[in-house]
């Protein structure tokens, strides 16, 4: 049994206009001591998911269906107090923006310190001696002078550091990461990263990372989800997904989109993809990459049903109408005849 | 006098929206056009704006054509039609002397509102001026300037109200909208100023330096349009506190001398009355509760509309 | 931290110096008021009495000099109507009473406004937020005149359960104090739950959140202390609003306090005694904006530490 597993997971907004479809079926599962890697531009989803299992979503937003089920348990009908037991402690997170993730008016360690004391039987003593442990453990220097500042005298990759040092002070089971690194000069983000994957490794957790970077989850990931509006175009291990893209999307999100001139294909490359997700108030009954994809023509199926998730080979699934591997061949038999 | 308490953060909030996340690359020009149209598109959608726009307008018809249709002489006194109970002749009755309620209420308006008007727009010149050099020099000038307002907002508002009126020695109109002006100018010119330094550092304004505009072609071309929007707002803002300001006045028999009476006079009229006749007081008072209420949603929907930046994020 | 309170307290010195030289020229400028050299229409021994005190025929440095040295002695000089009273006479008999209805309907506003708002903001958009609303927008947009003149005509006049005026007995306390403190009152609770919606919605709360702490101390740990120090920003123009509230109140429910006697002082041309009232009034205002400056920096580990 995973330790997280998502099925058909949908979370709806409601807004003004109408109800978004945030999180339109979302299916994942990680398994103990695994690094799940979401990957997706702003506004597909990704960050959703994340607060959907946590419970974290704001009061427009509910999950209308779908199971999050937790080492068996199942999360989705729990009251909050219920899941205040689980966060923090069994599942912990971490976001994008350390500047303002930490409250200005109480000390870091008081903030570290208060996880502590909710979770863990320990005097406030041990507490503060196990939060200068940690604060050693994410690498911040003079841990014990720096126990009692307040956050504003530390710098942002000091406080995501701080903000990883919370997450795993009751030795949580999963960490989730949301965009952990994108508020950061580039030059700190590889510090953070490999931080995250000593930490992992020593304390036996399993993490999903949360990023729109392909760099991100290349180093840090062992599968790899793509989100596009909404929903999972493409999951399956980094390796393969690296070696052998299946999606135009995820392609193109490599940028390595060969130049192909044959009939009914369009010509040139696809760094930048133009063009935006659709809105998802009201989603297209179709392929909703179709009106960016290179390789969608008026006539083609994906312009009116949606594709499914299919599995195209082993540990891979992909939701496409124009995988890469039926294109190749495709263009093997054009070639031959 | 701030009567709404979110008013210096709604304010700072108003310049905050108007200067941050301004994405905008182009000149002043551009902005202001489909800011106007998104501006006017948000506030139609919102319901307590929009009620408060029509109740609004609903008064300012009301002062201006009921005295000018009415068939009564506001002034006539005839003390057989004293105290007369509400009707389809006279839809708040008659007062004390036998006078129309509803044609008096409506005059008063036109002087309350009237005074308002002025006192506001008086306010908004010399705060913007007075912010917006401040703000724009600088320095030491900045620095003066500022020190000044410092020991204006000790000095308490009716107090300097009342003295400029001595000072004047006669209370009219105008010496109403200049003592209101003075007593109330300092918020409006240090929040200006605060909105031209923080425009100030815009990108914008940075490359039309680059490109070598004129200090004075930056400050009107630029700056100044730029804070059009927030002093729109402020207008409405600023309204109910002049209003209000000059009814307590004339509640203290400060204010205008009759015949001429400002909301405010026919409250203190009605005052003295209260046990016996209370519509006296009731029909001034829900007047000014009226406005102030009408101006104070509509500023709140002209904030919201104002904002360049979507509110929805998921 | 203690050079920014020292600072903070001297600067107050010459804003307190700028604010007496302006009430000062003020009164110069008043037509019929002693101060001006042209007119002095008062009569010969008051006039006497005013030159020794002020030395009216000094050039205008030396008067100025001699009224700030004056006040910092706390001597406001004679009244010019009340033949053998000073200012300072008048402001020891009236002024108390109106410090005691501030005092009162500022507490009973914090006490009533600060949880009223902090519950509407709790309950967001719900009934109970609704009609907190509803009666914090009526409660600043009727005048407080009418506000007053309601309570008087239920509970004093028709339901006798209060005197209508006057300021001797603890009933007659109940009406002026609760008239006086619901503008304040709406205040606070805009205020309070303005900055509680804007704080429930930081970052920071969201990750108090996800460590799975107790709502409860979320909210008292996390929030109340972020929204309530901005509040405490408040009280500049509260106070600046328990002032001219007073006048009027003062006046509706002849309360012999300070604000009922500056408006007959304006009235009956006493200068002197208007001049003192002003400067007392102002000194407070000042004073009070420093104290809450100071709390807020001490409050603020930001500007604390910023400043330090």
Request: some cysteine; glycine content about 8%; charged content about 20%.
């Amino acid at each position: 049994m995973a330790l997280l597993e998502v099925d058909d997971l949908r979370t709806y907004f409601k807004t003004r206009a109408g109800e978004v479809h945030a999180v339109d079926g979302v299916s994942f599962a990680v398994d103990r001591g695994k690094t799940l890697g979401i990957v997706g531009e702003s506004g597909c989803g990704k960050s959703v998911t994340a607060l959907s299992i946590m419970g974290l979503l704001p009061p427009s937003g509910r999950t209308v269906s779908g199971s999050i089920r937790f080492e068996g348990r199942e999360l989705t009908g729990m009251s909050q107090h219920e899941l205040e037991d689980i966060r923090g402690r069994q599942i912990a997170m971490i976001f994008q923006d350390p500047m303002t993730s930490l409250n200005p008016t109480l000390t870091i360690g008081m903030q570290i310190v208060e996880t502590m004391q909710r979770h863990l039987d320990l005097s406030r003593d041990d507490a503060r001696k196990r939060a200068i442990e940690l604060l050693d453990e994410v690498r911040i220097p003079s841990a014990r002078q720096r126990l009692d500042d307040y956050p504003h005298r530390y710098s942002g990759g000091m406080r995501q550091r701080v903000m990883i040092a919370i997450a795993l002070s009751c030795n949580p089971k999963l960490l989730i990461a949301d965009e952990p690194t994108t508020a950061l000069d580039v030059t700190v983000q590889a510090g953070i990263l490999d931080l995250l994957d000593e930490l992992r490794e020593q304390h036996e957790m399993s993490m999903i990372i949360i990023t729109h970077d392909m760099g991100v989850v290349a180093e840090a990931a062992d599968d790899i989800a793509v989100m596009y509006a909404g929903q999972i175009v493409e999951q399956t291990s980094a390796e393969e997904l690296f070696d052998h893209p299946e999606h135009p999307y995820t392609e193109a999100l490599l940028g390595a989109l060969p130049q192909l001139e044959a009939e009914g294909v369009r010509e040139g490359r696809l760094t930048a993809i133009p063009g935006r997700p659709p809105d998802l108030l009201d989603p297209p009954p179709a392929c909703r990459f179709a009106p960016r994809c290179p390789y969608a023509s008026l006539g083609d199926s994906c312009t009116k049903e949606p594709p499914e998730l299919r599995e195209i080979r082993r540990g891979h699934l992909v939701r496409t109408a124009h995988p890469a591997g039926e294109r190749a061949a495709r263009e093997v038999e054009v070639a031959a005849r | 006098m701030a009567i709404n308490p979110e008013e210096v953060e709604f304010r700072q909030d108003v310049v905050d929206r108007e200067t941050g996340g301004d994405t905008y690359a182009a000149g002043a020009a551009i902005r202001q056009a489909s800011l106007w149209r998104d501006a006017a598109r948000r506030f139609t959608h919102n319901k307590a704006a929009v009620v408060s726009m029509v109740g609004f307008v609903l008064l300012l018809l009301y002062v201006v054509i009921v005295p000018l249709a009415t068939p009564y002489d506001p002034n006539n006194v005839d003390f057989s039609l004293a105290y007369q109970a509400p009707s389809v002749h006279h839809p708040f009755g008659t007062d004390e002397f036998g006078r129309d309620l509803f044609v008096r209420t409506a005059l008063g308006g036109r002087i309350s509102i009237g005074i308002g008007f002025a006192a506001t727009i008086a306010i908004m010149v010399v705060g913007i001026l007075y912010g917006a050099i401040s703000g724009f020099v600088g320095g030491w000038l900045d620095n003066a300037l500022m020190r000044f307002l410092d020991a204006l907002y000790g000095l308490p508002y009716l107090p300097f109200a009342i003295i400029t009126l001595a000072i004047f020695g006669v209370v009219n109109f105008w010496t109403m909208v200049i003592a209101l002006t003075v007593a109330s100018w300092f918020t409006t010119a240090r929040v200006m100023r605060g909105q031209i330094i923080t425009l100030k550092e815009n990108d914008y304004v940075r490359a039309a330096y680059a490109i070598g505009a004129r200090w004075y072609r930056i400050l009107f071309r630029h700056l100044l349009p730029n804070t059009l929007g927030v002093a729109i707002v402020f207008v409405f803002l600023e309204l109910p506190n002049v209003v209000l300001g000059e009814a307590f006045l004339s509640f203290l028999g400060l204010g205008i001398n009759p015949p001429n009476a400002s909301w405010g006079s026919l409250a203190q009229d009605g005052y003295t009355q209260y046990l016996s006749h209370p519509i006296l007081i009731v029909i001034p008072s829900i007047a000014i509760a009226w406005l102030i209420l009408t101006a104070f949603f509509i500023a709140d929907g002209l904030r919201d509309a104002l904002d360049p930046r979507t509110q929805e994020h998921y | 931290m203690l050079k920014f309170v020292v600072r903070r307290v001297l600067w107050t010195i010459p804003i307190i110096l700028l604010v007496i030289f302006m009430t000062f020229w003020m009164m110069r400028a008043i037509k019929g008021s002693p101060f001006r050299k042209s007119e002095r229409a008062v009569p010969p021994a008051v006039l006497a009495n005013l030159n020794r005190k002020f030395g009216l025929n000094k050039p205008w440095y030396v008067q100025y000099k001699r009224y700030v040295v004056d006040v910092a002695k706390a001597d406001l000089g004679p009244s010019l109507v009340l033949r053998n009273q000073s200012v300072n006479d008048i402001v020891k008999e009236h002024f108390p009473v109106s410090a005691e209805l501030g005092g009162l309907a500022m507490l009973l506003s914090m006490l009533v406004g600060i949880p009223l708002g902090i519950i509407s903001a709790l309950r967001v958009n719900t009934i109970t937020d609704y009609t907190a609303q509803f009666f914090s927008n009526l409660g600043f947009a009727i005048p407080s005149f009418f506000t007053a003149t309601l309570l008087i005509y239920f509970f004093a006049a028709k339901w006798r359960f209060f005197p209508t005026n006057g300021w001797d007995t603890a009933g007659s306390k109940v009406l002026p104090v609760i008239a006086l403190s619901l503008f304040p009152l709406t205040y606070f609770v805009r205020l309070v739950r303005g900055q509680m919606l804007e704080t429930l919605q930081q970052d920071y709360v969201r990750t108090a959140k996800a460590k799975g702490l107790r709502w409860r101390r979320i909210v008292v740990v996390h929030v109340l202390r972020n929204s309530l120090i901005p509040a405490l920003t408040a009280a500049g123009p509260i106070l600046g609003g328990l002032v001219t509230g007073s006048f009027i109140i003062e006046n509706i429910f002849a309360i012999p306090g300070i604000g009922r006697y500056y408006v007959t002082s304006v009235q009956g041309r006493d200068y002197s005694t208007v001049m003192g009232i002003t400067v007392l009034l102002s000194v407070l205002i000042i004073v009070a904006n420093m104290f809450v400056d100071i709390m807020y920096g001490i409050l603020d580990p930001r500007t604390r530490e910023a400043r330090s």
